[in-house]
């Protein structure tokens, strides 16, 4: 169904009332980010269907409000997917969700993260203007590249109406292994196998185990399982638990206690142990920790490395984000007020005046 | 220009360059008259060649003070005139900041300087393995700074992904002086992806002082295809035919017969001249991987009409199938005494349709076009063939190419893939988009650079201009390729 119009008219209503809106799509990652000061939401529901799919031309492209789930069920049956692996949290997560978010699952470091597949959108600006940027093609230099800056925007630049994706062949072969070994050891062994051609895809660390997945060519993934040793795990238990990871169903992700997300460098040192156990993600650049932790130590551990911290589920307290400096902050308002110029849209939900 | 205050400006600026870093006189601004969109030239009011950051965020902050605009240049190698000096605004040439760090192995990363040049990278960190995916044609002499104001391309786009995936961080000196920094090597850094916007903005939001680099691992095996086919349309179907398949080629270019003769003719590399168009298809891998994605990319190439395919494997072999396509831009200039490269983009379907609607619109413009472009990618570059000294010959030239680009958008593609707006392909943003969408564009560049002082007049037209082209906006609308199915 197309509700474009009907949005359009929410947005220009609120854009005259100057009365800031909550934004919506299928409510999946409404726990992500600071809590937005509307009186009013914006719902994105039914606002889907999938417009074009042409999987010779690698792209899809669909209404914002397209369930997640059903996007990646008309990819397979083509034998595509979302390179990204974009997380759900919920049945109802949509395409739309997915791109304002910004979050990729566990092949991002090797298959590029949302922005990196995003090509073009369809999107409202905070006046209601119905405006389209990139388009469907791989190579597109007409223009900023607004498409990509609205992935991780957190709907405060404009509400998404269509998005068109990359997508990718799904890989021939997949094989999942564990090791035996510690998290330090892990993350060596990580930047050692990086810096040769290999077909890693994902790689994770419980605490205990080093979790791999291989995907490529059969013969390809084979050599290299065959070079690596470990255990090789079942098909279906691999994938289950590549998909437990990306989902947050693992046990480690139960409970309310906050949840931290760091992003780190490629290659850089293991948490110190005082802020807990670490489940890494990422090759070591993504790293789950459990609260409560002394948050400020661990926002300046992250910035010693180049990193940040985010308080991503149960935040102890409004600052869900790391500090951004002063002169970024000032310009990312500006930004925020050439799209949005009456702050109309997830006032808050990024930061404070954006 | 600030007469009274000009000597004040002049003596400041000089204060922060080296002796040779301040052009002012004829003789010396002349090299830097234009960039490689060569046919518009225009002396620089003067030149700064700073050699540091801190000189560059020295001379933005004087610039700011005193309103003067600022042109940034790379390698002045662009070819959409992104980088045309103007009369009335300082040249701000950075290809003195060559400084390259170590490579960084942990995090498979390199810092270097914006005047770096491309292949530069690559070379420096071979032995460890390693290289910078993103290889413009004109990669010997093109810096990194102009590739990421530019988000520039070349062969390796398909698998490897542009600039802006291949590029970690910046440092981006903002119109009033203040160095930001963008992107980090942690992943999804804070705020809003800066680095999208600032990659491929011409220069127009800031200047980039240093970029942090994603090298990768050269690949153990690479292989490369030529395969001659008997019509374009044959030659256009198997680029969809071998995607649809689940094959991404490292690199799959395309040649018409035009383009073909005028190669040959140049470098003797043995390509089918009697072809109507030739693919050179390039996979990469290890040996078995590579084994079996020949086999399957060869029977796709037979199945639909290749008449000759050729494997090259060893290295010299493989330099003489591309040698032909890399010098195709000169070869053509042999041919023809004046040539106008285009750089459309298009969905790959519609390769076949474009290809044969682009001859028909060159007979009636009486002029001859060569195709040689990145097929895999779907980004044209047909080049125009004219004559400057014949009278009106340039002018059709320029009418036949906005006709290109026009057919470009109708079938849902783009006025540039990847050279760039610049000034040359002003007219055809306002075909592309609608003032709504410019208005916006103009709104995010205010964001960055209030007093408007940055690369002013490129990139993104004014809404004036578009008004006094009459150009119409077409996507979504019929125009102007009723005939053409749209999607």
């Not at chain 2, 063939?385 to 470009?408: K, P, S, T, V, W």
Request: with cysteine; hydrophobic share 40%; net charge negative.
């Amino acid at each position: 169904m197309d509700r474009s119009d009907e949005i359009r008219a929410q947005i220009v209503a609120a854009y005259e009332n100057r009365s800031a809106l909550a934004i919506r799509g299928g409510g999946s990652k409404s726990f992500y980010g600071r809590p937005v000061a509307a009186s009013r939401t914006l719902e994105l529901g039914g606002h889907q269907g999938i417009l074009e799919y042409e999987p010779k031309e690698l792209y899809i492209c669909a209404r914002a409000g397209t369930p997640l789930s059903e996007i990646e069920a008309v990819l397979a049956q083509r034998g595509q997917i979302l390179a990204f692996e974009a997380p759900h949290f919920s049945p109802h997560a949509t395409l739309g969700g997915c791109v304002a978010s910004g979050l990729s699952g566990p092949r991002r470091p090797y298959a590029g993260a949302v922005r990196d597949h995003v090509l073009g959108v369809r999107m409202l600006n905070g006046r209601g203007e119905d405006l389209r940027f990139g388009g469907k093609v791989m190579k597109n230099v007409a223009g900023y590249d607004v498409s990509r800056l609205l992935a991780g925007s957190l709907g405060s630049l404009g509400v998404l109406l269509e998005v068109t994706c990359k997508v990718l062949p799904r890989p021939v072969a997949t094989r999942s292994l564990a090791f035996d070994m510690s998290a330090a050891a892990a993350l060596e062994q990580l930047v050692t196998w990086s810096l040769r051609p290999s077909p890693i895809s994902a790689a994770a660390h419980d605490g205990e185990r080093l979790y791999l997945r291989l995907e490529g060519a059969a013969s390809r993934v084979e050599n290299f399982a065959r070079a690596v040793g470990g255990d090789l795990l079942a098909d279906d238990v691999g994938d289950r638990f590549w998909e437990d990871l990306r989902e947050q169903r693992l046990p480690f992700f139960a409970g309310t206690a906050p949840l931290w997300r760091l992003a780190l460098p490629a290659g850089s040192p293991p948490v110190p142990e005082s802020f807990g156990t670490v489940f890494y993600d990422w090759g070591g650049q993504q790293g789950w920790l459990r609260g409560p932790l002394d948050a400020p130590a661990l926002r300046a551990w992250a910035a010693r490395q180049g990193g940040h911290a985010t308080a991503f589920r149960h935040p102890p307290d409004d600052a869900v984000f790391q500090d951004l400096p002063p002169a970024l902050l000032a310009l990312q308002q500006r930004l925020k007020a050439a799209f949005d110029p009456a702050g109309i849209l997830n006032p808050g939900r990024f930061y404070p005046g954006l | 220009m600030l007469a009274p205050r000009e000597e004040e400006f002049f003596r400041a600026l000089a204060a922060l360059l080296p002796k040779d870093g301040l052009l002012r006189d004829v003789e010396s601004l002349r090299p830097y008259e234009c960039d490689g969109l060569s046919a518009l030239r225009s002396l620089p009011w003067c030149v700064a060649l700073p050699e540091t950051a801190a000189a560059v965020e020295a001379i933005l902050r004087l610039c700011h003070e005193y309103g003067v605009a600022v042109v940034p240049r790379g390698a002045g190698t662009g070819l959409s005139g992104g980088a045309r000096p103007s009369h009335a605004a300082l040249l701000l040439g950075l290809a003195r900041l060559r400084e390259m760090a170590e490579p960084d192995l942990r995090s498979r990363s390199i810092r270097v300087g914006p005047g770096v040049r491309n292949l530069a990278v690559s070379e420096k960190v071979r032995r460890h393995g390693l290289y910078y995916a993103p290889d413009p044609s004109s990669q010997i002499a093109c810096s990194i700074g102009g590739n990421v104001a530019e988000n520039s391309g070349g062969v390796h786009c398909l698998k490897y992904g542009l600039t802006t995936h291949n590029v970690l961080a910046v440092e981006l000196c903002d119109s009033s002086g203040e160095r930001l920094p963008i992107g980090s090597l942690a992943p999804d850094t804070p705020g809003f992806n800066l680095l999208s916007l600032v990659i491929g903005s011409e220069g127009l939001l800031g200047v980039v002082t240093s970029c942090t680099l994603r090298l990768l691992p050269l690949p153990p095996q690479t292989l490369v295809l030529l395969a001659a086919f008997p019509s374009l349309r044959q030659a256009a179907d198997s680029v969809g035919a071998i995607i649809a398949a689940g094959i991404l080629p490292a690199g799959l270019e395309m040649m018409d017969q035009l383009a073909i003769q005028a190669a040959e003719d140049f470098v003797h590399v043995g390509y089918p001249r009697e072809a109507a168009a030739i693919l050179l298809c390039e996979l990469d891998g290890e040996e078995d991987e590579l084994q079996e994605q020949l086999q399957q990319v060869a029977e796709i190439l037979r199945q639909q009409g290749a008449t000759e395919l050729r494997v090259a494997r060893d290295e010299a072999t493989r330099m003489a199938l591309w040698k032909g396509r890399k010098a195709a831009f000169p070869a053509v200039g042999r041919i023809g005494p004046d040539y106008y490269c285009m750089d459309g983009s298009i969905p790959r379907q519609r390769l076949a349709e474009v290809l044969e609607q682009i001859n028909v619109l060159a007979r009636d413009y009486g002029l001859r076009v060569a195709n040689v472009f990145h097929a895999g990618d779907g980004n044209l570059h047909p080049l125009i063939l004219y004559d400057a000294n014949q009278e009106g010959e340039q002018e059709r030239a320029e009418a036949l190419g906005a006709r290109i680009l026009e057919l470009c958008v109708a079938v849902g593609g783009t006025v540039t893939g990847e050279h760039g707006v610049g000034v040359e392909k002003l007219d055809g943003m306002c075909v592309q988009f609608s003032s709504a969408e410019l208005a916006q564009l103009h709104r995010i560049k205010a964001a960055f650079d209030p007093a408007g002082l940055l690369n002013p007049g490129k990139a993104v037209p004014s809404l004036h201009h578009c008004a006094e082209l009459g150009a119409m906006h077409v996507h979504g609308g019929q125009l102007p390729f009723p005939e053409l199915e749209r999607f």
